[in-house]
Structure formats: C-alpha cells, structure tokens
C-alpha cells in the first residue's frame, strides 16, 4: 500500500470508530506500529487528526482542511457528474479560468474533444490534469506554492491573475448559504477566487449538495446574486431555489 492510499485508509477508520490505539490500527492495516505512529503524526501535522496516548481522534470534516488527496475522494460521483455538466458552458475557443478544487479537477478529467482551449489554474493536479489533454493550452498563476492544498496563493498569484482575462470562471467553495453567499476556509482562497472573479465575465459555481448548509464558513469569496449559475447533482434548497430565479442565477442539476 502506497503512503497516500494508507493514509486515506486511516482517515475512512478513524471516521468509523472516531478514536483508534496504535496497536489496534496496526492491525487493521497490516503494518507496522512505527509507521502508524509517523502517519499520525504527519496527519496531525495536516490538521486532520489528533494524537492521543496510544492513538489518535478523528477531527470533523466540516473544521479540517482536507489535502487535495483526500478531498478528491470525496463525494467523487457527484462532483464526476457535476462536471459533466459544467462542459456545457464551453465551447472550443474559450478561455477559461479554474479554481484548485477537487471538483475542478473533475471537470479537467471531462474536457475531452475541446480545440483551441485556453486555461488558467491555480491548482497543480488541475494543470497536470490538463496537461494530459489534446487542445487545451493550460497555464498555471505563478505564486507561492502551498504543498497541502497542491495549489499557488499569495499576493504574486493575484497579480498575475489580474493580468488575464477569461469568459468563464469555475469553482467550488467550502460552503454556500441564502444569505452570506458563496463561503471558504481560508483567507488565501478567498483572496485568489475574487482575484479569478473580477476577471472573468461570468462565474459558475460547481457544488455538491455536501456543501449546501446552514454552516458559514469565515472567509466570505462572493454573494450568491454574483454567480451567473450553480451547478449541483440536485436541486437546491427552496428558499435558494426561489432567491436565484429573483437574481436571474441559472441553477442547473
């Protein structure tokens, strides 16, 4: 078992039972105590778990910041689904920008058949992702790398975002509620999808009803009336429903 595949296996157990020994974990997975205890502390590291004596306690996916290996096994068909949609909305010549997402990355993994398209990211696996694709010229913001999020942020990359221009921004976001809009985590992702946003005539939201809730995250990205539609693999709360038809918000599932 490769180190990432081992580490998600902890995660998915530690998820399940909540709390887990060294010992008992050892083995679940068939392998040593010692390399447990390194994967704890390399996830305790990434904010994803917390150590204890003899084990370790699962932290709630809603307060972590998952590393992109993770995220993207979350919620997988939904966001595969989602992004099959999304492809509406480009055509052969376009120019694009896209966020470092998990469902973004999805949406790299859709873009087959395209000639002449041009791309933006900020998101390492997203440009490798597109690297792979015949007809897609992608460029990548040039910025400080973060190694968690496989992504570039800072004060450089938004610069370099604002000396482009795009027809179509996509992203995803950590949550969306009726009333503070389009939410995230951090302050770097919040500085860097505004950056995208200003640039770009319209801006698509692509969302799994996972991040449809009542919980608002610190770092508001933009209002919900700021997006010119939000793609999910269902429909929207109705309250939401209503709001977008009022603010002529495309709502597509």
Known sequence: MVPNER???ILELLEKYQYITVSDLAKKIHVSEPTIRRDFAQLERDGLIKRNRGGASFISKETMDWPFVYRNKQHRKQKCYIAQLATAYISGEDTIFMDSSSTSYC????????????VLTHGIPVLQMLGEKSGIS???VCGTYRRKRSSVY?????????????????LS??????????????????AIKQAFWRNADQTILLVDSSK????IYYYKVMDIKN????????PLPEEM???CREEGVEVVF
């Open 7 to 9: 580490k998600q296996e």
């Open 107 to 118: 949406l790299a993994e859709a873009l087959d058949g395209f000639a002449n398209l041009r």
């Open 138 to 140: 992608a460029d990548c």
């Open 154 to 170: 800072g004060y450089e990359a938004c610069e370099y975002i604002a000396k482009h221009h795009a027809r179509t921004f996509f």
């Open 173 to 190: 976001c950590a949550g969306v509620h009726l009333k503070q809009g389009v939410t995230d985590r951090t302050e770097e992702d919040m």
């Open 212 to 215: 449809i809730r009542e919980e």
């Open 227 to 234: 997006l010119t539609a939000i793609i999910s693999e269902r």
């Open 241 to 243: 429903m209503k709001y």
